[in-house]
Structures are given as structure tokens and as C-alpha cells.
């Protein structure tokens, strides 16, 4: 612990940044206390030490700050989240203070909220399947331990609901582990907050997960904030309480517009889009404290949600998660204008670690095999429905017709599972069969034939 220093000397104030002159010892990253003239104590931290100046980052805004009496103390330290196992079932505001009218929890223990950077030698592979009670995801786009898997929506889409079917249904197969879930939403509305805390509280999934709500009418500065200091909560569970946890991030856009919103303050030379050029590394330190250690019980899997703007999936914040992350979920507008709920379009789709936890032992035998064969299939599917628009359903052989009813069931029976249904693996699996026995057999020719004679048959009997 350092020693606490105390000035008087800010010179200056600029949108959520301070400046503080004739300062000495002072750190990046530092944390500091900024005491107002009506005795308000408000937080920030260090952005850049130059010479005998530093520049501090406010998280509760700048309003109100008296340039002559305000008292500025450097706290010797950086950002430290104070954590316990309570955490569990708690409800806090994006700077991690209780909000669900709680006892204050005694903490354990003050970790960074930077975290630590992990070696990739003591990294362990992510191959353990994780069942989200979704069929587009735990059949077609597999998640896995130690996973970053990010879902890529727009303007308008259910992905908040989406995000609260995962909080509530995911689990680990045929394993006594603990799991948990950290919830990280960022500038999101009263209402959202709302939705997101009922939500988990009927369902009784609150118990199980630890909530990190940063509201549309916070400072927007406290949202570069939230997403560390929920991933340094899940680093606890999961490295010293054994936990495996998911973290669930919404919305990433959000905080990328909070670390533009920073950058321009700081007049620093814009990059794509108006966004700062280390967006690509900042966006690292957050989807790379996903992951599995070497000797480590625990996991932390993340799934960070975002809006693309203007449903342009080439926009910087997308287009450089992408690069991070192992696959996209997408969701469709067409498919959510449609009816179907959860709307993800999983052609575009895809978890680059899928074919890690499918399989015997993991999820079921016929897994692999049942996901290739459903792709093929409905890709086939709607390239021939693009053909009938133009040619008309006459041109159509009669391979082709049974194609568009499997398209169609695909879609409405597959996709369309609605929001509060919790589909088991072995329930999806199934239903994949049931949905590629509308197609002759000759055109199963991603599946063995050995493979078909053994479920073939159960479909043709029940």
C-alpha cells in the first residue's frame, strides 16, 4: 500500500478528465479520490503522468468541481475490487457497490481490477461442453469451457432476452461443479436493469449469479470500469473458489462509444470510425481473461454481447471482436420479423471450438456428425427457396420440395424455440434427427451409414 498524497492544484477540467499540477510519486493507473468543496467524495484514476502533471479519468462525472477547493488525493494503488464468495446472489452498480439493499459484504480480499496477464503456457485447451439450452448454440455452434463467444446483434433485436435465457439456463452435463454466472450490463436502461433483475430473481437464477449493472444514466466513464471489474469477480470464483463461471457482457458497443467518448477528451489522433486506434488491445484485455489454467478447477467462458450499428458487421467494434473471440453468434432481423424467437441465423454463425466439446463422453456420438448434415441441409434449403422466387415452385424436382419443408420445419421448430424453453442436448439432438428424416437417405451424405441405420430406424418406429 502506498502513501496517500493530497493536492490542491487542479488546473483544469474537460468532460469526464482532470488535470492536477506539481504532483510527485504519482502512478499510472493510480487511484484517486477527489474531495469536493460540499464534502462529496468522487473516484477516478490515472491516465498519464507527465512530468509533474497527471491526468485522472472521473467515473462520476465532473459536474460540480470547484478547480480551487477541490482536494485530490492519489491513493498509491489502482482500482481494487473488494471480493468474497457472498458476492454470489448480490446485485451491485457497474463500480461494484451493493444496490439490492444487501449488507455490505465483507471482503475476503482487494484484487486489481486489471487482473493478472496470463502466460499462454498455462493455459489448458477449452474442450468441456457447456449447455446453454439452446439448440442453435449447444447443436450447431458449440460453447466450451474457457471460451469467448460473442453474439453479434442490431437495432431492435431480442438480444437482451437472449442474454437472460443464457444467464438462467446454462450448465455444465453430469458434473457436481459449482457454476456460476457473472452479468456485466453496461449502459443499459432502467427499464433493462429491470427486466434483467426480475427475470433472474423468478427464475431463482439469481443465486446462482453475481450482477454488475451499469445504467444508460451513469457516467458513461464508469463503463470502462464495469466489464474489469465483473471479470475480476469471475477470476475469483473461478481461479480460487473452483467455480466454473460464464460471464455475460451486454453492451459492448456501449463501452466502446464510453472509450471513445475518453480518447476525444483527450484529443488523441482518431482511428476508424472516430475510435481511439488501440481499440483492437483494449478490447484484448477483456476477451482474453477468458480461459482455463494449468492446474486451476475453475474456468471463466465469456459470451460479451453488442449491437452492431447500423447492422454492419465490417463496423470496427464487430469486425475487431471477431478477430479476438473463437466465432459469432448472429442474429437475424429477417428471421426475427418472422416470429422466430431466438432469432439466430446459423448460417453466418459459428463457434471455432465446436467440434472440441461434441461428441462421446462430452454431449452424444451423433452429435459432429447430425450438426454438419443440418447445415448442408438448410443452406441447401434456402438456396432452392432463392431459386422458386426467381424460376417458381413448378421448376422445383421433388428433392427440392422436401428440402423447403425441411428448411421451413427447421426454422419453426428448430430455431423457433421461444425464450423460456431449456431444451436438453440429447432433446436437441434428437429433434435434429427427426428434421433430416424429412430428406431421402441418399442425401444424408455427411452421416455414416452406420450412424443412419441406428437412428434411422427409432425415427421410422415412433
Not at 420445419?409 to 431444451?423: L, S
Request: proline share 5%; with cysteine; aromatic share 8%.
Amino acid at each position: 500500500m502506498g502513501v496517500i498524497k493530497e493536492y490542491r492544484t487542479v488546473s483544469e477540467v474537460v468532460g469526464p478528465l482532470m488535470i492536477v499540477e506539481d504532483i510527485q510519486g504519482v502512478q499510472y493507473n493510480e487511484l484517486v479520490d477527489i474531495q469536493l468543496h460540499n464534502g462529496e467524495t468522487r473516484r477516478g484514476q490515472v491516465l498519464e503522468v507527465h512530468e509533474d502533471k497527471a491526468m485522472v479519468q472521473l467515473f462520476e462525472g465532473s459536474s460540480g468541481i470547484n478547480l480551487e477547493k477541490a482536494k485530490v488525493r492519489f491513493a498509491g494503488h489502482p482500482l481494487e475490487l473488494p471480493v468474497s464468495e457472498d458476492m454470489v446472489g448480490r446485485i451491485f452498480n457497474g463500480m461494484g457497490k451493493p444496490i439490492d439493499g444487501g449488507p455490505e459484504l465483507i471482503p475476503e480480499k482487494y484484487l486489481d481490477i486489471d487482473g493478472q496477464a496470463i502466460n499462454p503456457v498455462s493455459r489448458d485447451y477449452p474442450d468441456e461442453f457447456i449447455q446453454t439450452g439452446i439448440s442453435a448454440i449447444d447443436h450447431l455452434n458449440t460453447l466450451v469451457r474457457g471460451q469467448k463467444l460473442p453474439v453479434f446483434s442490431g437495432s431492435g433485436l431480442p438480444h437482451n432476452e437472449l442474454a437472460a435465457q443464457i444467464a438462467r439456463q446454462a450448465t455444465v452435463l453430469n458434473s457436481d461443479e459449482n457454476f456460476a454466472v457473472v452479468f456485466a450490463a453496461m449502459g443499459i436502461t432502467f427499464e433493462e436493469a429491470e427486466f434483467f433483475m426480475e427475470d433472474l430473481r423468478k427464475t431463482g437464477a439469481i443465486e446462482r449469479s453475481v450482477l454488475f449493472i451499469n445504467l444508460a444514466n451513469d457516467p458513461a466513464i464508469e463503463r470502462i470500469a464495469t466489464p474489469r471489474i465483473a471479470l475480476t469477480a469471475a477470476e475469483y470464483l473461478a481461479y480460487e473458489k473452483d467455480m466454473h463461471v460464464l460471464v455475460i457482457m451486454t453492451d459492448m458497443t456501449n463501452y466502446c462509444e464510453a472509450l471513445r467518448e475518453v480518447s476525444a477528451a483527450r484529443r488523441e489522433v482518431p482511428g476508424r470510425r472516430g475510435y481511439p486506434g488501440y481499440l483492437y488491445t483494449n478490447l484484448s484485455t477483456l476477451y482474453e481473461r477468458a480461459g482455463r489454467l494449468v492446474g486451476k478447477k475453475g474456468s471463466v467462458t465469456q459470451i460479451p454481447i453488442l449491437t452492431m450499428p447500423e447492422d454492419d458487421i465490417t463496423h470496427p467494434i464487430p469486425d475487431l471482436t471477431g478477430y479476438i473471440t473463437e466465432g459469432q453468434i448472429i442474429l437475424s432481423h429477417d428471421l426475427y420479423n418472422s416470429g422466430y424467437r431466438p432469432p439466430i441465423n446459423v448460417l453466418p454463425s459459428l463457434s471455432r471450438l465446436k467440434d472440441k466439446g461434441a461428441g462421446e463422453g462430452k454431449t452424444r456420438g451423433d452429435h459432429a456428425a447430425t450438426m454438419n448434415q443440418l447445415f448442408a441441409a438448410y443452406a441447401q434449403g434456402k438456396k432452392v427457396e432463392e431459386l422458386a422466387v426467381v424460376l417458381g415452385d413448378s421448376a422445383l424436382s421433388e428433392v427440392d420440395k422436401l428440402y423447403v419443408t425441411f428448411t421451413k420445419a427447421f426454422e419453426k421448430e428448430y430455431i423457433d424455440q421461444g425464450f423460456y424453453t431449456n431444451r436438453s442436448i440429447e432433446e436437441t439432438l434428437d429433434l435434429g434427427w427427426k428434421l433430416l428424416s424429412i430428406l431421402p437417405r441418399t442425401e444424408l451424405k455427411r452421416i455414416k451409414d452406420e450412424m443412419l441405420d441406428l437412428y434411422l430406424p427409432k425415427l421410422s418406429s415412433e
